[in-house]
């Protein structure tokens, strides 16, 4: 959600250019790759509280640490202020509330990724003050959400106005949730459809199998992923969820477009600033300008970035449904997504568990993933014995792929969440137990949670 640079100044003259935008996507087979997002609070342990942007050693200067110790470069400045730092294809970002995230480089295999996130780790370490904690949950369990400084971040502002007219835990989302993402590549048209269709199926049980979210401003709520019951349900029903031709099989790269142009705009970018663009269409801005601004190539590029369904095509896939978690999660979510979606096997195992399809029982599952977790039943069976065979799927998946490219299996990656599932034991089990022994103390629980 963080990276909104206006790259492209290209005039956008006709949709033919918007549907050349997803073709150029494509990758030869042989060149796919992963790609793995994270985000984390980061917590003052002595004080607990949220690091701010401005206080001594805050956000501001973690960014002007990473610059001149490790070679970070700066991307442009937002207000006159560092808000993003990026090398080699990666970038670290700050989410509206201070979630630090990493947007990983484009990786073959999940060891290098493994590499990537312990070097950014002790990078982290060595220029963050001794007592800042960086945690992963889903949703941050001890905070009420005035306790959460904003950023200053521009598009922040007029995402903060707008999005509680759509939903009225916006805010929440925005300042105290956070996830793991996959990024996947496509081949054709025909395997991006088919690569959604997939994905958004197993999702729910994904998100299950990563829920780490079961409190809530010191409340315990019920939910394993109350983050993923505040994006379905109180963010902003005109931008998340799962759009219903993702059911389908016969949609087409023109299918999406039709959903993507019709999703409100927030804002675009120009050398002056920010145009605030928030409730318009991408299919009116088209058509007609705004205040004098046409719309560009990167207008469209950023569009995408404010469309939240759980599943999201760019010039790759993207995958959205899991919490955030320690670093055992961090590896394993790309991975299970790699095996799945990779191997066509193992695709086939993700269809079948959910044949014949139907998108109210489908609907209803998410709704029992992100309530009861792998704890939950379902019309598909348990959500335990479906989230088993969807990672064993994967297992076997990382195999054949290993296999074919010569290299070691990333199945090992798997084995934290084969070891819960054996026990029938969640993150978000695990988080309660925590928060109930040290009395909700958020400085105790980034103690006991930190990376």
């Known amino acids: 959600m963080s990276r909104d640079l206006d790259s492209n100044p290209v005039p956008i003259t006709d949709r033919q250019q918007l549907l050349d935008y997803f073709r150029q996507g494509e990758k030869p087979l042989d060149a796919r790759g992963i790609g793995t997002e994270h985000e984390k609070f980061v917590v003052r342990r002595d004080e607990g509280r949220m690091l701010s942007f401005d206080e001594p050693?805050?956000?501001?200067?973690?960014?002007?640490?990473?610059?001149?110790?490790?070679?970070w470069e700066a991307a442009p400045l937002d207000d006159g202020n560092i808000i993003a730092v990026t090398r080699n294809g990666s970038?670290?970002?700050?989410?509206?509330?201070?979630?630090?995230?990493?947007?990983?480089?484009?990786?073959?295999?999940?060891?290098?990724?493994?590499?990537?996130?312990?070097?950014?780790?002790?990078?982290?370490?060595?220029?963050?003050?001794?007592?800042?904690?960086?945690?992963?949950?889903?949703?941050?369990?001890?905070?009420?959400?005035?306790?959460?400084?904003?950023?200053?971040?521009?598009?922040?502002?007029?995402?903060?106005?707008?999005?509680?007219?759509?939903?009225?835990?916006?805010?929440?989302?925005?300042?105290?949730?956070?996830?793991?993402?996959a990024n996947l590549d496509y081949t054709s048209e025909e395997d991006a459809i088919d690569l959604i269709h997939t994905a958004v199926l197993a999702s729910p049980v994904v998100g299950a199998l990563f829920a780490n979210s079961p409190i809530q401003e010191r409340k315990e709520t019920g939910y394993q992923s109350r983050r993923n019951f505040i994006w379905a349900k109180h963010t902003d029903p005109d931008r998340s969820g799962v759009p219903s031709f993702m059911y389908r099989t016969d949609w087409d790269y023109?299918?999406?477009?039709?959903?993507?142009?019709?999703?409100?705009?927030?804002?675009?970018?120009?050398?002056?600033?920010?145009?605030?663009?928030?409730?318009?269409?991408?299919?009116?801005?088209?058509?007609?300008?705004?205040?004098?601004?046409?719309?560009?190539?990167?207008?469209?590029?950023?569009?995408?970035?404010?469309?939240?369904?759980?599943?999201?095509?760019?010039?790759?896939?993207?995958?959205?449904?899991?919490?955030g978690g320690p670093r055992?999660?961090?590896?394993?979510?790309?991975?299970?997504?790699?095996?799945?979606?990779?191997?066509?096997?193992a695709r086939q195992a993700v269809k079948d568990l959910f044949h014949p399809l139907d998108e109210e029982a489908h609907?209803?599952?998410?709704?029992?993933?992100?309530?009861?977790?792998?704890?939950?039943?379902?019309?598909?069976?348990?959500?335990?014995?479906?989230?088993?065979?969807?990672?064993?799927?994967?297992?076997?998946?990382?195999?054949?792929?290993?296999?074919?490219?010569?290299?070691?299996?990333?199945?090992?990656?798997?084995?934290?969440?084969?070891?819960?599932?054996?026990?029938?034991?969640?993150w978000a089990d695990d988080l309660l137990e925590d928060f109930r022994e040290v009395d909700g103390d958020l400085g105790e629980l980034a103690e006991r949670w930190t990376l």
């Open 57 to 71: 050693g805050g956000f501001a200067d973690l960014f002007q640490a990473l610059i001149d110790q490790f070679g």
């Open 91 to 181: 970038a670290i970002t700050l989410e509206p509330g201070g979630q630090f995230e990493l947007s990983g480089a484009i990786t073959s295999t999940v060891f290098e990724t493994a590499r990537e996130f312990d070097d950014h780790l002790r990078e982290l370490h060595e220029v963050a003050d001794e007592d800042l904690r960086f945690v992963i949950w889903g949703l941050n369990p001890s905070i009420s959400l005035d306790e959460v400084p904003w950023m200053p971040k521009t598009r922040y502002r007029i995402m903060r106005e707008y999005m509680p007219t759509r939903g009225k835990l916006a805010h929440w989302m925005m300042k105290a949730t956070c996830t793991i993402q």
């Open 254 to 323: 023109e299918t999406y477009l039709k959903y993507v142009l019709d999703v409100p705009m927030f804002f675009i970018r120009r050398d002056d600033g920010v145009v605030n663009m928030a409730g318009h269409s991408f299919r009116e801005f088209m058509a007609k300008g705004y205040q004098g601004h046409r719309a560009r190539m990167g207008d469209f590029e950023l569009h995408l970035s404010t469309a939240f369904p759980d599943v999201r095509m760019k010039q790759f896939v993207e995958v959205r449904s899991a919490d």
């Open 328 to 345: 055992q999660a961090v590896m394993a979510l790309p991975a299970l997504w790699k095996g799945l979606l990779y191997d066509d096997q």
């Open 363 to 426: 609907r209803e599952l998410i709704e029992i993933c992100y309530r009861d977790g792998i704890h939950g039943p379902s019309a598909y069976g348990d959500v335990a014995d479906l989230a088993a065979t969807i990672v064993e799927a994967s297992r076997q998946g990382l195999d054949r792929l290993a296999e074919s490219a010569g290299h070691d299996s990333e199945a090992i990656f798997l084995e934290p969440l084969e070891d819960r599932l054996s026990r029938r034991r969640s």
